[in-house]
């Protein structure tokens, strides 16, 4: 992993994580104007004051502002100048400022086109329509698609091309950036699995990953923000728009780091495990029911726990143990060299076992209480 503390860099990442920290709090203060806020109702919004939902639009302008700066930077040649080390590669083919530029653009369109929809309640395929639209920009502009599924089954490598290749990525883009936003129900939850995320992503480009720091500069004043580091008077949330958003960033750059070796494309669902977990559970329960894939319900994992009379700090901790240990599993079988095919059956049997769990324990919950 190339060194990436040095003094040039911590004084441009340091700029950058200020531009940032200006633009969080000016929107802050619009969205406060604006009245565009959660309100706290004392069941499931038990925070105590009204908070502006400003951190997921505050998060891709800041990624897009930083990200057009540093390739300025980057075309005048100013960053080689200033990085006068052969070894320091800012940009790897994974992740690199170019595909991040599209990728940063395109997630300020999701974002701004589901904060609409939050708002006018447009029609679900509106949203979904705006991921696959902008998904596949960022295909068309760059050639970025899954080319191998690996050997998921153990009868060889499943090697995609053309059409299908597309339609896979695209596939599991709209799919992670909604099962991100699904995972935004507790405070702390959504940026503790942005961090795993993100965190495994880092173990295996490092500093190569010029667009995944930048990502991670223009996240932390929110993180700092929703943990009232400045005080509660200036606490922020994500939002749909924010947590669709930053699903979709995150989507985009596992689908980046698997077509160019980094990990193993089995390895992707290891990293946002839970995240994918809770989602797929939800989906299954809910097709049990007949009942719509979008209907808002308590079966998510963190209503597990809060149902169990967990305290919301406790559930939390639970939750991102699992998650970490999870992320944990992927990591150990992508360094292990464990064979996709075993990667593969051992995933979809946690999922198994916790829809298992979760159900003996649910029903033992409701003949104790009948």
Sequence with gaps: MPEIIQPVYLAIFSSFFLLSLIVHFVFRILFKRLNIVDKPDGIKKRHKRTVPISG??????????????????????????????????????????????????????????????????????????????????????????????????????????????TLITIFCIVGVANAFNWIDGLDGLFSSQVLIATGSIFYFVGGNGVFLILFLLAFLPYMMMNAGFFGESTKVFIGDHGAMALGYSIGWMLVSIAEFGAINPITAPWIIGLVLLNALRVMYKRLL?????????????????????????????????????????????????????????????????????????NKKIRNQGA
């Design 289 to 361: 029911l007949g009942v719509s894939l979008f209907r808002s319900d308590r079966e998510h994992i963190h209503h597990f726990f809060l149902d169990n009379n967990y305290s919301r700090r406790l559930s939390l901790l639970i939750i991102v143990l699992i998650s970490s240990s999870i992320a944990l599993i992927g990591l150990l079988f992508q360094a292990g060299g464990v064979p996709d095919s075993v990667a593969f059956i051992s995933f979809i049997g946690i999922f198994v076992f916790w829809s298992f769990l979760s159900y003996s324990l």
């Design 56 to 165: 997921g639009i505050s998060i891709v302008t800041s990624l897009v502002l930083i990200a057009v700066i540093y390739y300025f930077l980057d075309s005048l040649q100013l960053i080689e100048a200033l990085f006068q080390n052969e070894k320091l590669k800012v940009n790897s083919p994974a992740l690199d400022i170019r595909t991040g530029l599209l990728i940063g653009f395109t997630g300020l369109i999701v974002a701004v086109v589901s904060f609409f929809d939050d708002i006018l309640e447009l029609p679900i395929w509106f949203r979904f329509m705006t991921l696959i639209l902008c998904s596949s920009i960022v295909i068309s502009l760059s050639n970025l698609s899954l080319s191998s599924l690996g050997d998921l089954l153990g009868f060889g490598e499943i090697k995609l091309d053309g059409i299908y290749s």
